[in-house]
């Protein structure tokens, strides 16, 4: 079956529990390593502590290996597809973006990507950060072709 014939197949929630599975091993990785804990960011953002470094560097390491073994051996996904890692080109609103996206992480002490491990922690208040940063990405779709580029 090709790509194009899977985009409008309907959702399958038997289909789907695989990624609910990774997703709840990945939060568990994510707490257990302290990488969602508050103060372990704030250590990081004050130059206390290497832990956050170690793991942020550790991840980098480990997405260049991979991005070099998938272009060396061109890899394809589990369903065969080729796997597309397109150049990046840089903007001057990559420079906004990434200062407001530290700036909202070190105020809040929550990386948008575990925000969900962080709620599921028993960390409540980080529903406040959740609104936010929907809030925050529905604000710039609306304001997109007004902002720097």
């Known amino acids: 079956m090709e790509s194009k014939d899977r985009k409008h197949q309907p959702i399958s929630v038997a289909g789907n529990i695989k990624y609910l599975l990774a997703g709840i091993l990945f939060g ?27 793991i942020i560097g550790s991840a980098i390491v480990v997405g260049a290996i991979s991005v070099f073994l998938i272009k ?5 996904t589990f369903s065969g597809e080729t796997i597309q890692l397109k ?3 840089f903007n001057k609103g990559q420079i906004y973006g990434g200062l407001l996206f530290g700036f909202g992480w070190a105020v809040t002490g929550a990386c948008p990507g575990p925000l969900f491990a962080q709620i599921g922690s028993g960390a409540t208040v980080v529903i406040v950060t959740l609104l936010s940063a929907v809030a925050g990405t529905w604000t710039y779709g609306f304001l997109r072709e007004r902002l720097p580029h």
Do not use: A, C, P
């Not at 994510?30 to 960011?41: A, F, G, Q, T």
């Not at 060396?72 to 394809?76: A, D, Y």
């Open 72 to 76: 060396k051996f061109n890899i394809r």
């Open 28 to 54: 568990t990785f994510l707490l257990k390593s302290e990488v969602i804990n508050w103060y372990r960011i704030q250590e990081m953002f004050r130059f206390q502590s290497f832990h956050m470094y170690g």
């Open 87 to 89: 150049d990046k080109v």
